[in-house]
């Protein structure tokens, strides 16, 4: 990453950071608070800070915004293939590798790059991953979810009497991501848990308001 970008991402982050530590709602409050502080059932024994689990100055990845998680390596997922899609799905990238990156269950939530063994976690499996059997750990199959890591493309979307073109959000949260694919941040916002109360980290107040930036029924 060369310094500029890491200068601008930083600033970012201080930003968000500030404007997330004075706002009632924020990552803090959700599950994915995976500090001493979170009221998750997973959560760190001796880690206080909130965004190092997934983020990180130091020993960060290219893969995402300053990525600190160790991420799985793709190849080996099973993919949306039914007959009706007419995108292909690809193997998981951008924002969805990094969601597998603990929600395939391989990896430990604790599991830093550049840290030699993971963060102490409770509530984890017996290699630090989300237990087996709980909800949350969705494993390598993703043919049963809507299809992910797969591009929107226009031609396609013309074609289809179920698609929008363009896709239209005027909050512009949901959406293809800016490689023009959809991920699992075209429905869940990993840092907001209180849009819905019946959908996790959705993106916006109604089930329908998300699939309706894509779709037309
Ligand atoms: C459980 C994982 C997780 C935690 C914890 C987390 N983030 Fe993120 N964050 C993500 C993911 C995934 C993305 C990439 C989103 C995308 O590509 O659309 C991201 C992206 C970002 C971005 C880039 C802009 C954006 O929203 O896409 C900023 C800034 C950010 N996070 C700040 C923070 C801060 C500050 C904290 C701690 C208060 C934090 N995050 C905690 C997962 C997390
Ligand atoms: C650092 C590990 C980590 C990353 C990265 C991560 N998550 Fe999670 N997530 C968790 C854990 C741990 C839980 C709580 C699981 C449990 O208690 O069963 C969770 C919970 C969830 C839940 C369920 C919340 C609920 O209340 O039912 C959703 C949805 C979710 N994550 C989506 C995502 C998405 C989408 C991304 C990527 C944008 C992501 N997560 C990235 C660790 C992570
Ligand atoms: C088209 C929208 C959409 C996309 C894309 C999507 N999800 Fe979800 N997700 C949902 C909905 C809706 C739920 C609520 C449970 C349900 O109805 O299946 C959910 C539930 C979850 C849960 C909670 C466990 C459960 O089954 O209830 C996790 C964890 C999760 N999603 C992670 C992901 C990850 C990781 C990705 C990307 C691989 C992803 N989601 C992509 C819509 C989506
Ligand atoms: C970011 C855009 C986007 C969002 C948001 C979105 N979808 Fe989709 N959806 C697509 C694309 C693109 C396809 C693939 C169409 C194709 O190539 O055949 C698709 C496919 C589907 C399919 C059909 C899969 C098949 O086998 O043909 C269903 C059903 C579906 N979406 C339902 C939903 C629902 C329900 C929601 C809201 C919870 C939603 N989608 C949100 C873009 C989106």
């Known amino acids: 990453m060369n310094f500029h970008l890491t200068t601008t991402l930083m600033v970012t982050f201080t930003l968000a950071a500030s404007a ?14 995976l500090s001493t502080s979170g009221r998750g059932n997973i959560r760190s024994t001796t880690e206080t800070r909130v965004c190092i689990f997934c983020h990180s100055s130091h020993n960060s990845s290219s893969e995402g915004p300053l990525w600190s998680h160790e991420t799985s390596k793709t190849g080996q997922f099973r993919t949306y293939a039914r007959a009706s899609l007419e995108a292909t799905a690809e193997q ?9 990156s603990c929600h395939d269950g391989t ?46 493309s226009q031609a396609s979307a013309l074609a289809s009497s179920h698609l929008r073109w363009p896709p239209a959000d005027v909050e512009n949260r949901v959406g293809p991501d800016a490689e023009g694919y959809v991920q699992c941040t075209s429905c869940h916002d990993p840092h907001n848990d209180s849009r819905s109360t019946k959908y996790p980290f959705w993106q916006k107040d109604t089930f329908d308001a998300v699939c309706e930036t894509c779709h037309t029924y």
Not at 140 to 148: A, C, E, I, K, Q
Request: one cysteine or more; proline letters at 6%; glycine letters at 14%.
């Open 107 to 152: 990896i430990a939530v604790g599991a830093i790059k550049g840290l030699r063994n993971p963060i102490s976690m409770k509530g984890v499996g017996s290699r630090g991953e989300i237990p087996d059997g709980r909800r949350t750990n969705i494993g390598m199959d993703l043919s049963g979810t809507h299809p992910v890591s797969i591009k929107y």
């Open 20 to 33: 997330m530590a004075g706002e009632s709602v924020s990552v803090v409050n959700t599950s994915h608070n």
């Open 92 to 100: 998981p990238t951008g924002a969805t590798k990094l969601c597998l």
